[in-house]
């Protein structure tokens, strides 16, 4: 029997994007989107990029307005938490004290910033950047500060980098720190982590690699706000504000108490659906079996996201089709835009085309002499062109991408 | 405020009166209008927000700018010489009577 009542825990990118996809497919059931945070549910892209610079503003983060749930009978519940799956009643219960009962579920909750595991990391002036909230607090001290601040940011992934750079426009004085030896180790080839790292440094960004965080110092015991920063070795950098950026956490509480099956995410089928098969799992917070990886992978990005609620929405009116949409992302640095298409971690092979001393170029991954991903800075139209090709199944060999004057964009000027 | 017309691929279309300050794009997304996805937001990033400007329509548009041009080489349905990316029409009263065609896929 087709399911007559969904209800999706998590009203964020995947979940609003769910309600809608399962009125675009015709479903008229009732559609019940349960958020614990109290606004309209937005786009989390901007908050360390346009936000922060003060060009986007808090209504231009809307994914959907609010009469678009009404529109659509979608009954949006804001401002309330989703406490426990009953999955022989079929029931969620909801911190209100209300309870939803359901045909199908979907788990669409997202992830929460990891804590920094060291003493003072509970110091004022010491925050994360997940949600609106945080990016407001955030704004407040960049965008609000008479005097350049020094801003240690902790890690350096794309929401480090993103919010040095953005430090940086402000006139502040970031200095970031990373464990590893290269920025953004686990999401680009080497040969882009350096090529970033060296345009950070230039417009006067400081980068400690290989470095690590032992202890955060401040005024007074430990409730005092954060003015120093222990590096191992003893290093203390001088610190208004401290930005940690050391990765996410899924959000699999329900999950686990539920007992359904997690690892690091929820773990799903093709289908999205978890080891129970009237609740499903998409975004941040779902493990799933990627073609393009060739293994579970749990990717944090809209495309992927908003993707999976299409399929989730799909599976559940009845029309499966298993969840093979190629992976990708981008990010803004300064002027820098950098857009990754598939997935490079495991290639063996990198071949640059374009102008990196300009700027813009993008480095072709390869894994046995098979195109696996391509990472451009400031080329879309490489970017768009290898996402295409990289779904078609890509005929690109890394000798063509290193000839002299190869260009895919006259390469593949005839539409494809 | 302009009153745009989406031309599905089916025949069908979805007349819309978006008021400003908005882009084509958001006038889709906002009435959920299937065939934008604009996952990008309107960045100029993603390419999924394509449309092909009706042949027979007069409304004058912006120029196109670098960026668009750039990401209209990778859309997943053909470009075309009519071809936009919805994000980056603002509306105005300029736009009334805009006549666009969803392309068959957007990814
Ligand atoms: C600062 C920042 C910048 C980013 N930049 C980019 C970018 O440039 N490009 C890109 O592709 N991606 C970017 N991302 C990632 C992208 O935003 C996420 O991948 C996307 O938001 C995931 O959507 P989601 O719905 O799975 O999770 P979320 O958007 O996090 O939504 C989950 C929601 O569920 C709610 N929730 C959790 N548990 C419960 C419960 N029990 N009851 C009720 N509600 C609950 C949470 O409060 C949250 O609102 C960025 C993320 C951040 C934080
Ligand atoms: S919405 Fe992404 S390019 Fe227009």
């Known amino acids: ?416 | 405020m302009a009153r745009i017309t989406y031309k599905h691929p089916n025949g069908t279309e979805t007349v819309l009166e978006v008021p400003a300050p908005n882009t084509v794009m958001r006038g889709a997304k906002i009435n959920n209008v299937v065939g934008i996805e604009a996952q990008c937001g309107g960045s100029a990033q993603c390419g999924t927000c394509h449309v092909y400007i009706d042949e027979a329509c007069t409304v004058s548009l912006p120029e196109m700018a670098d960026d668009e041009d750039e990401v209209l080489y990778g859309t997943a349905s053909p470009r075309r010489d009519s071809s936009r990316l919805s994000c980056q029409l603002q509306i105005s009263d300029a736009l009334d009577g805009l006549v666009v065609h969803l392309p068959e896929r957007q990814s």
């Open chain 1, 1 to 416: 029997m087709a399911a007559r009542s969904v209800v999706i825990v998590g009203a964020g990118q995947a979940g609003s994007d769910t309600a809608a996809a399962l009125r675009s497919h015709g479903f008229d059931g009732r559609v019940t989107l349960v958020g614990e945070e109290p606004w309209l549910p937005y786009q989390r892209p901007p908050l360390s990029k346009a936000y922060q610079a003060g060009t986007v503003g808090q209504e231009e983060l809307e994914l959907r307005p609010a009469s678009f749930y009404a529109d659509q009978r979608i009954e949006l519940l804001r401002g309330d938490r989703a406490v426990k799956i009953d999955r022989e009643l079929r029931t969620l219960l909801l911190d209100s004290g209300r309870t939803l009962p359901y045909d199908a579920l979907v788990l669409a909750t997202g992830a929460r910033p990891r804590a920094l595991p060291v003493p003072g990391a509970q110091r004022p002036g010491v925050l994360a950047l997940r949600g609106l909230d945080d990016a407001e607090a955030l704004r407040q001290q960049l965008a609000g500060a008479e005097r350049p601040l020094q801003v240690v940011v902790v890690g350096a992934g794309f929401i480090g980098l993103e919010v040095a750079a953005t430090a940086r426009e402000l006139g502040h004085h970031p200095t970031v720190v990373e464990a590893l030896p290269r920025v953004l180790a686990r999401a680009v080839s080497p040969v882009m982590s350096d090529w970033l790292a060296a345009e950070h440094r230039r417009r006067g960004t400081a980068l400690l690699l290989r470095r690590e965080v032992v202890a955060l110092h401040g005024a007074g015991t430990g409730d005092g706000p954060v003015q120093v920063v222990e590096l191992d070795g003893g290093t203390r950098l001088p610190a208004d504000l401290v930005v940690v950026g050391i990765g996410v956490l899924p959000n699999v509480g329900l999950a686990v108490e539920a007992g359904l099956n997690v690892g690091d995410g929820v773990l799903v089928d093709e289908q999205l659906r978890t080891s129970d098969p009237a609740i499903h799992a998409v975004g941040d917070c779902a493990r799933f079996p990627s073609v393009h990886a060739g293994r579970p992978l749990r990717l944090e990005s809209v495309q992927n996201a908003s993707d999976q609620a299409r399929t989730v929405a799909a599976v559940i009116c009845g029309e499966p089709a298993p969840y093979r949409a190629l992976p990708w992302f981008w990010s803004q640095q300064f002027t820098l835009r950098l857009q990754i298409a598939g997935i490079t971690a495991g290639h063996d092979e990198a071949v640059t085309a374009g102008d990196p001393e300009q700027g813009r170029f993008s480095v072709f991954c390869f894994r046995h002499g098979r195109l696996v991903g391509v990472e451009s800075v400031n080329r879309p139209a490489d970017h768009g062109i290898a996402r295409r090709l990289l779904a078609a199944g890509p005929d690109l060999t890394p000798e063509e991408v290193a000839a002299p004057g190869f260009d895919l964009k006259r390469r593949t000027a005839q539409p494809v």
